[in-house]
């Protein structure tokens, strides 16, 4: 072999070698990579769950209580509902003994107001009330709500978009709010709040204080509703609200007449469609509630002066009613005197419209509408406790769990919190009622919160445990 050979050999046996090592280096490399980044890997954590132990269920939609049963919840969800004993889950886990209470969905308030309800009307129109003051107001009236057993509200006029976001982000503790943002109005409609100084009104007229806070806005024609209909939507309104009819709160609109035309609210019902939701209105009248649902608004907002042939245009169209038990009683809105027999007008159609919607098997939601009076706030449940004038115990809350769910659920893609709701069902979110006592035997116990709500969860966090 010549010197060439073995020198060429040689180098050959170099080149081997060093690529070997190449690999074996690589090779370490890579498993020291691998085990660091598993060692670095933080550990997943497990689930939190909460155990409800002997508790009987008023599931949202049956007429009476089940058996003694356990309903465990993961997380944010009710995981598993059983009569036999739930396996304790891995994690950490927080047991209830019910003892026998009740375990009942969340209530739903299909009609609030939160940035009105405990404010008189005076100082929200104000120049001199601070929007720190207000917000500060909101955010508490968010708290006493969720704390009086209401996890969900609809609201259905007022700048909440802000105390929203807080509560979705944990910052402010409150219910689950679908917001409609501000309510659209016509000039002289239920949501203008001009005197009759700051008229006529140009392009160069500042807007009202109402206006400026988002609590209305006004439009008027068919472009003016289409942008202030997308400037809700943009804002993240879940449905919109117009006000197609004459109201008692308002100084410049008879109850009897209808505001804003057919093309008018054809208008908005088309830019809420486009969003895949929906339009509702304040109307009280046949003649403007039987205008909107021609238009193809979805919802009448109170609808008090109703008659017999809207009843069955409804009932064939599937026209939602969202109703308010409004009565002379303890729970009416202080209203001014010149206001006052228009009040007594919707007070009397009361009693008409429930025996027509009950009649024509509307759907029919329940809600409060409470405004500008911080008296009545508190009161939510016993607004609640007295529709059992018309409906049996079961169905008053039936009504205000599973019935008022699905018409939170025709928000669509808009809906803020997508998953089942006003059910005590496997698989549904969890806001829960621990109840001390049964409210289908007495549904007087809603009415006192503080003593006969034992625990108060909302999307699976506990907000009250008053059991220890």
Known sequence: MSVNQLSMRSLFRKFLHLLLATVIVVAIVGFAAQFSFAQSKPAQTPPTSILFENVRIFNGTAAQLS???????????????????????????????????????????????????????????SPNTSIETLDTAVETTAKNMLLRGFTSARDMAGPVFKVKKAIDAGQVVGPRIYPSGAMISQTSGHGDFRSLSELPRTPTTPRNRSELLGATAIADGVDEVLRATREQLMQGASQIKLAAG?????????????QYTESELRA???????????????AYTPTAMQLAIRAGVKAIEHGHLMDEQTAKLMAERGIWLSMQPFLDDEDAIPVLESSRSKQLQLFQGTDITYKLAKQYNLKTAWGTDTQFEPKLAPRQGAQLAKMVRWYTPAEVLKMATSTNAQLLAMSGPRNPYPGKLGVVEEGALADLLLVNGDPLANIKLIENPDKNFSVIMKDGKIYKNAIR
């Open 67 to 125: 058996a003694s049963s356990n309903v465990l919840v993961v997380d944010n969800k009710i995981q598993t509902i059983s009569q036999a004993a739930i396996a304790a889950p891995s994690g950490s886990l927080t047991r209830i003994k019910g003892n026998g209470r009740v375990l009942m969905p969340g209530l739903i308030d299909a009609h609030t107001h939160l940035f009105w309800e405990n404010t008189p009307i005076n100082a929200l129109l």
């Open 246 to 258: 004459g109201g008692v709160a308002s100084s410049y609109d008879p109850l009897d007449v209808s």
């Open 268 to 282: 908005a019902v088309e830019a809420a469609t486009s969003w895949n939701t929906y339009v509702a209105v304040h």
